[in-house]
């Protein structure tokens, strides 16, 4: 069956821009979670969809936001992007919350100058 | 909060060497544990999992034990190939609703010849 697939693999903004990631998570899963991964900070949570509501939100500006669809795929978007950005983005989806893992997928790579 | 504490890296062993790398991790409640790993350029794939006190999670040589007690659960392989060349990331996380996954910050192993 098809993975996680994000969209796009790679971008370029401009500081003060705005852009939109997709993810569209493997068929049936229903909870789809947002990282910021960047070499100094580590995988950072951002925010866990499930049902098109969000059960959880990490500690990100409100420059950061997200969404899920009926269908289960999910944007974020990022508004005013500033250079500190810059991270390889990830999705990853699961059948449920709980303790089942996650499926990842390759991620976006945001570079903001 | 959770936390996880990862051994530091990088670990760098010769090809067919033993491989450990440790976790430890602090949760409320009874967590499940999640090794995953994450090859260059890539998101990350579940590795190997536990539930429960004592259970040993596998898969492609890796072994790890669920040690309740020391709240430990180390990442371990008997020969390591240059293909295990990656970052390997600990991740306990709580089941029973909107609980987010708690990541160590990554373990990175090179595999030489």
């Known amino acids: 069956k098809a993975g996680v697939t994000q969209t796009p693999r790679y971008l370029i903004k401009t500081r003060g821009q705005q852009v939109t990631l997709s993810c569209s998570p493997i068929?049936?899963?229903?909870?789809v979670s947002w990282y910021q991964q960047t070499p100094g900070q580590g995988l950072q949570f951002l925010f866990e969809?499930?049902?098109?509501?969000?059960?959880n939100k990490g500690n990100f500006p409100g420059r950061f936001s997200g969404r899920q669809f009926s269908n289960s795929r999910s944007e974020m978007n990022v508004s005013t992007l500033e250079l500190g950005d810059s991270a390889l983005y990830l999705c990853?989806?699961?059948?449920?919350?709980?303790?089942?893992?996650?499926?990842f997928g390759s991620g976006t790579r945001l570079t903001v100058v | 909060g959770d936390s996880v504490t990862q051994m530091e890296g990088p670990v760098t062993l010769s090809e067919e060497a033993f491989l450990t790398i440790n976790c430890t991790y602090t949760?409320?409640?009874?967590?499940?544990l999640f090794w995953y790993v994450q090859y260059p350029g890539e998101g990350l794939q579940l590795l190997l999992k536990?539930?429960?006190?004592?259970d040993k999670g596998s898969n492609k040589g890796f072994e790890a034990t669920y040690r309740k007690e020391t709240t430990s659960f180390h990442l371990e392989k008997g020969s390591v190939q240059v293909s295990d060349s990656a970052v390997y990331f600990c991740?306990?996380?709580?089941?029973?609703?909107?609980?987010?996954?708690?990541f160590g910050t990554g373990t990175k192993l090179q595999v030489i010849p």
């Open positions: 536990a539930t429960k006190a004592d």
């Open positions: 969809y499930f049902s098109e509501t969000q059960r």
């Open positions: 990853a989806s699961s059948f449920k919350l709980g303790a089942d893992g996650y499926t």
């Open positions: 068929s049936g899963h229903r909870s």
């Open positions: 949760a409320t409640g009874y967590p499940s």
């Open positions: 991740a306990p996380q709580n089941s029973g609703g909107y609980q987010k996954v708690t």
